[in-house]
C-alpha cells in the first residue's frame, strides 16, 4: 500500500517551457559536451545525446568505462551545463540556469544516491535523511517528522538514531535512499547503488528501489555497468563513445499505450 507521505512544499518557479519539455520529467535535446573549449586540445566527450524520460519510470543508462556515462550523470544531476543542446528537468531549464539555481535544482529537484554512500560523519541517520531539507529551509518539526516516515519506509526506524559507523553498508545504502528522498525529488539518480555491497545486500537496495518506483511512484534513473540490474528496469538506454546505441523504451508499458 503507497504510504501517504506529505513532502516539504517549496516555492519554486519556472519560466515559459516548450510543449514537449513540459510533457516529460527530463527532456534532453542534442546534448554536446566538450572541455578545453577554444584550444588545441578541445575534445568532445558528447555527440549530440536526445532521449526523454516521462514521469514515474524506471530507466537505467548503460556503458562502460569511458563511454560518456559520468559526464552524462553530471549534466542529468545539474553538476554540469551541457557545452551545447538543451536539458529540462521536470519543467525548468537546466542549461541555462545560473549556479544559485543549479544548487536549488540539486538540493530540491533531484535525490542522489551514490556508491559510496556519503552519509556526514558523526551526524545520526535521522540527521543525515534532515540534512537536504534543513539546506532547503524546511522547519524542524516537519523535518523530522518526514525524515521519520522515510525510515519506515527503508525499514530501519531501529537505526534512527545510529552514527554511520554503526551501520552496515546495506543499511547505510538505504539511508541515503531515504535522504534522496527527503525533497521529494523529481528523479532520483542513482550512480552505481549497488557497487560497493555485496549481492546479497545488492538485491536488497534494488528491492527497495522497485518498491519507491511502484509504491510511490518515483521516477529512477539508474547509472550501471551492470547489465543485469539494467535488465531489472522499465527501459535501458545504451551509450557507447558519447552516443546513444540502444534505447529499449519502455518494456512495461501496454501495448496500447505506445500507439
Do not use: W
Not at 529540462?88 to 551514490?114: C, T, Y
Not at 545488492?202 to 534513473?221: A, P, S, Y
Amino acid at each position: 500500500m503507497k504510504k501517504n507521505i506529505t513532502p516539504p512544499v517549496y516555492g519554486y518557479g519556472n519560466n515559459a517551457v516548450p510543449e514537449e519539455a513540459s510533457k516529460y520529467v527530463i527532456c534532453a535535446k542534442d546534448i554536446v559536451k566538450s572541455f578545453y573549449v577554444g584550444t588545441p586540445n578541445e575534445l568532445e566527450i558528447l555527440h549530440g545525446m536526445t532521449f526523454n524520460v516521462p514521469k514515474g519510470e524506471f530507466v537505467s543508462i548503460v556503458g562502460q568505462s569511458g563511454s560518456g556515462k559520468s559526464t552524462l550523470m553530471n549534466i542529468i544531476g545539474a553538476l554540469d551545463r551541457p557545452t551545447s543542446g538543451s536539458y529540462f528537468l521536470d519543467g525548468v531549464d537546466v542549461s541555462k540556469a545560473n549556479d544559485k539555481e543549479l544548487s536549488a535544482i540539486r538540493n530540491k529537484q533531484i535525490g542522489f544516491v551514490f556508491q559510496t554512500f556519503n552519509l556526514i560523519a558523526r551526524t545520526s541517520a535521522l540527521k543525515n535523511i534532515e540534512l537536504p531539507m534543513l539546506y532547503g529551509g524546511v522547519p524542524s518539526k516537519q523535518r523530522r517528522e518526514r525524515a521519520k516516515e522515510l525510515l519506515e519506509i527503508v525499514e530501519m526506524t531501529d537505526r534512527a538514531n545510529h552514527m554511520p559507523n554503526e551501520l552496515s553498508g546495506g543499511q547505510k545504502q538505504r539511508i541515503a535512499i531515504a535522504r534522496a528522498m527527503a525533497n521529494d525529488p523529481a528523479i532520483i539518480l542513482a550512480d552505481e547503488p549497488t557497487g560497493a555491497l555485496d549481492s546479497k545486500t545488492g538485491r536488497l537496495v534494488m528491492d527497495l528501489f522497485h518498491k519507491l518506483h511502484k509504491e510511490q511512484g518515483k521516477t529512477i534513473v539508474l547509472i550501471t555497468h551492470n547489465n543485469e540490474l539494467a535488465e531489472e528496469t522499465d527501459r535501458i538506454i545504451t551509450i557507447s563513445d558519447g552516443n546513444i546505441i540502444g534505447d529499449t523504451g519502455n518494456r512495461n508499458k501496454p501495448k496500447e499505450a505506445e500507439a
